[in-house]
């Protein structure tokens, strides 16, 4: 039978009519007037003893209610331990109920999640299907449960308790590369923050007065006796923008969570609010900001710093941090703090007075940074922009977290050491070996640069002068060198990778790098095409006792994929070593490449993300002019479009509209597709996951679409949730919520569900699926259409006219069924591992599918749509 709810609903009613019951079975009878003093005694001791193991918030299942049996299997949320009764106060259908710990079941949980992820981890065509790794149960606290929950802080500005009077400080050859990019963001996650949140803004304004440039401006100034400008930090203790804000308990991230938090711009981790306005002006951009999310009623907290490059690198950063952390301890200054060195000037002259190289050293440096004709560097960039003229829009870049643990990292040294690379780094092995895996995938650029800070060769050219404790930018512009060739799959020559970055790395010296400030910049861009570019700065932060873990926000991420993945078509990597032992990989490459690494990756010994944590890229691309045309339509002709809504579950949501949309521009259609579907949604009303509870479904209806695709079913076939009078009713209910509107009426496609090509994956029903389900969205279709054209063929029929032919409502059912394997399933090729969800060539063969099906009706309604606009009204004032 359906499972409809009685008028007022089931909960409702069971809430009130059995709260009092279920109430008094959870708090158990009460205490005999005869109970002695003892007894009491003994009970409270044995309620204070528990210790509640479910956290506010947590949702829970009803279980062994004897009085209340109706509310058996629903559920509820936790919302406070009661301690004076020894129970969960946990909110039911919106009234608070006492149950006792016994009744409650938490809802999924850790040893749940690593089962699905065991079971899925390492799905083909995952790319394509997020779905797999999407609504994990009981997996700890989501990015979604968190972010938005930052609690609008307060921001001051913090400036140095004692300011003296601090010359400008000139920008050095370090610095001056970095004028102009983006802000460093930094989330640095601190176990114990201290006793009172408001004692970081006083701690910080102590720590700048031993940075003075922290609390500066950068500006351009007009040389003595020149017309050229150069850029100085004025130490004018402008201050440091320092916002101090909460979240609720158990509101911050964990230390896995916390990369993929920094990914999104949401998340509240960092200021990235407009400068300071002072004095009724806009200020200048600050060099640092800093905010602090504290986590209430827990030691807890997140730091966010955004410095600019100007300022410092990450080992300078770390310097300030350790300095703020020991006057926060009330230490002063710690042992294993060093005392900042600002004199940039010096820096400068120090590294112009290095001898200019000989020919022979010349030679030597160029083995480590080639250089080529300007015409290569010119070709590479118009080859680029032909390829993406004449293809369209490319397929972009991505950004992806990879994690690797101690033992990977461990093996991999042994793996090279018995290769002949005694004591290699992990960076040198991690560099390595992502370099040939892309080698043996196809990457054509066999060069591999690297970055090094030198801030101890500077010291060693100026002896006694501190230069070694730089507060500044002392990273080179980089040292090249060439992977060695993978000749077989099977054979990876990892140790001689090893040696070869060794002795790149060892050759980097203050001459080589006077020396490659000296060349031209273009001239040596080749060493980047098609390459891998590789930074590590991790360390500093690693170092740092009090941080738990830290991660990097993707304003600079950004940056460097615009400017390096395209049109350089560069594979950046960033390693960033954690306190933990492990490491963090950030890769930055086209998405093309992604996939596959992903998927050659052995994920035993990786930690590789999920599909939802992957970050595109979007770069402007010369695109052809009937794209432009598309993208930007006349005023007199922006109107003819024609809008196709896609609505479903994970078939829809993980990426066929976006083929979809490729097949109708290049047949010349002007149609805009949109991606409304939700993961994991059931067109019954009572199942699971309802698709008329998501907030997509509203947009879709609101959007006014002109057809609607809809390829619901799959998870209504769960044993769990699969009833099929009540699929087709709610199904219907659903295409009649976008039937009602008449202006425009859509045509509706009714997608069937593809086979099941692995019985009971995700609980599904194989015999449901090729029994019963295409024939119930059969119906579903005719009976949504018979809902709207029966009364109006009535009202037509008793006054003898005809129905105008745009008043009806059309639908049409699209068997994917068949196409994709039938009941003889014919085509395991197409899905994924999990036999449930498509891989790329499935997705493809879904969406031109679904095209061949619409294109003659969004033809004839762009037709209509011209000839409409076509004609002049007789009277167009309307009077």
Not at 427 to 441: A, T
Not at 709 to 732: M, R
Not at 836 to 856: D, I, K, P, S, Y
Request: charged share 25%.
């Amino acid at each position: 039978r359906r499972r409809k709810p009685p008028e007022g609903g089931v909960l409702a009613r069971s809430a009130g009519m059995a709260g009092e019951s279920a109430v008094a079975e959870a708090q158990g009878p009460p205490p005999s007037g005869g109970m002695d003093d003892k007894a009491k005694a003994k009970a409270k001791a044995k309620t204070v003893a528990f210790k509640p193991t479910l956290r506010t918030g947590q949702r829970v299942i009803l279980q062994g209610l004897e009085k209340a049996k109706e509310l058996n299997g629903h559920r509820g949320v936790v919302v406070r331990w009661r301690e004076d009764a020894g129970r969960y106060a946990v909110r039911v259908a919106g009234k608070e109920m006492a149950i006792k710990p016994d009744n409650l079941m938490p809802e999924g949980g850790a040893a749940e999640a690593a089962k699905y992820n065991r079971k899925f981890g390492n799905t083909a065509g995952s790319m394509y299907n997020p779905v797999v790794y999407a609504r994990v149960p009981g997996a700890g606290p989501k990015v979604t449960q968190w972010i938005g929950q930052v609690k609008a802080g307060r921001r001051v500005v913090v400036r140095a308790e004692r300011s003296g009077d601090h010359e400008p400080v000139p920008l050095w050859f370090g610095d001056r590369g970095f004028v102009n990019t983006a802000p460093v963001d930094v989330a640095l996650l601190i176990s114990d923050i201290g006793a009172d949140p408001a004692e970081w803004p006083k701690a910080l304004a102590r720590t700048l007065e031993r940075f003075p440039a922290a609390s500066g401006r950068l500006r351009s100034v007009r040389k003595t006796d020149s017309r050229d400008f150069s850029w100085q930090i004025v130490c004018n203790n402008a201050g440091v923008p320092f916002t101090t804000a909460s979240v609720p308990p158990c509101g911050l991230p964990s230390a896995e969570e916390l990369q993929t938090a920094c990914a999104d711009e949401r998340s509240g981790l960092f200021d990235l609010g407009e400068a300071v306005v002072e004095g009724g002006s806009e200020a200048e951009e600050p060099l640092l900001r800093i905010k602090l999310i504290y986590e209430e009623g827990t030691a807890r907290g997140v730091l966010g710093a955004s410095f600019n490059h100007a300022l410092c690198d990450i080992g300078g950063l770390s310097n300030l941090l350790r300095w703020l952390h020991s006057e926060l301890e009330g230490r002063g200054r710690a042992e294993d703090v060093e005392e900042p060195c600002h004199e940039r000037a010096l820096a400068q002259e120090t590294f112009e007075a290095v001898p200019t190289a000989s020919e022979e050293e010349q030679e030597t440096y160029s083995k480590h940074w080639p250089l080529w004709p300007r015409a290569l560097e010119r070709w590479c960039f118009l080859a680029r922009r032909l390829r993406s003229g004449l293809r369209g829009r490319p397929d972009g870049a991505a950004t992806v977290t990879i994690g690797v643990p101690s033992t990977t990292l461990a093996e991999l040294k042994r793996d090279a050491e018995a290769e002949g690379a005694s004591g290699a780094t992990a960076f040198e092995v991690l560099v390595s070996y992502i370099g040939l895996r892309l080698l043996r995938l196809g990457r054509h650029g066999r060069r591999t640069c690297l970055t090094k800070e030198y801030r101890s060769a500077l010291g060693a050219a100026a002896p006694g002068r501190g230069l070694e404790r730089l507060f500044a930018n002392a990273v080179t512009h980089g040292v090249s060198l060439e992977l060695p060739g993978v000749e077989s799959a099977e054979l990876v020559p990892l140790g001689e990778a090893c040696v070869e970055m060794r002795k790149a790395v060892d050759a980097v010296s203050m001459g080589y790098v006077r020396w490659q400030s000296q060349q031209n910049h273009f001239q040596g861009l080749p060493n980047f095409f098609g390459g891998l570019c590789c930074n590590t700065w991790g360390r500093s932060l690693a170092d740092l006792s009090f941080v738990e873990t830290y991660g990097v926000g993707m304003r600079s991420v950004d940056e460097r994929a615009t400017n390096m993945a395209f049109p350089l078509d560069t594979a950046y990597m960033q390693v960033f070593p954690l306190p933990s032992g492990s490491h963090r990989l950030l890769l930055t490459m086209p998405i093309t490449e992604i996939t596959a690494l992903l998927k050659d990756l052995p994920s035993d010994y990786f930690d590789l993300p999920h599909v939802s944590e992957v970050r595109s890229h979007a770069f402007k691309v010369p695109l052809p002019s009937s794209v432009i045309d598309r993208l930007s339509p006349a005023v007199e002709t922006h109107h003819l479009v024609v809008r196709v809504a896609c609505i479903g579950d994970s078939m829809t949501a993980c990426g066929y509209p976006k083929y979809l949309q490729a097949l109708f521009d290049r047949a010349g259609l002007r149609v805009q597709v949109r991606n409304f579907g939700v993961a994991g949604a059931t067109a019954q009303k009572f199942a699971d996951q309802p698709y008329w509870d998501e907030r997509r479904f509203e947009e879709a209806r609101q959007w006014r679409p002109h057809f609607v695709i809809s390829t619901l079913g799959t998870n209504d076939a769960k044993e769990s949730n699969w009833d099929s009078e009540a699929f087709v009713t709610d199904y219907t209910d659903i295409a009649f919520d976008f039937l009602e509107r008449l202006a425009p009426r859509p045509t509706i496609f009714f997608v069937t569900p593809p086979p099941l090509y692995e019985e009971g994956a995700f609980d599904i029903q194989q015999a449901v699926v090729a029994e019963e389900l295409p024939a119930a969205v059969a119906a579903a279709a005719e009976a949504s259409a018979r809902r709207i054209n029966e009364p109006l063929e009535a009202q037509a029929k008793r006054g003898r006219q005809q129905v105008p032919v745009d008043m009806l409502a059309k639908t049409f059912v699209t068997d994917a069924f068949s196409m994709l394997g039938g009941v003889e399933l014919r085509r395991r090729g197409y899905f994924a591992e999990d036999g449930v969800h498509l891989n790329e060539r499935g997705t493809r063969l879904l969406a031109t599918l679904v095209f061949a099906e619409t294109r003659r009706e969004v033809s004839r309604v762009l037709r209509q749509m011209a000839d409409a606009a076509s004609v002049v009204p007789e009277d167009p004032m309307g009077l």
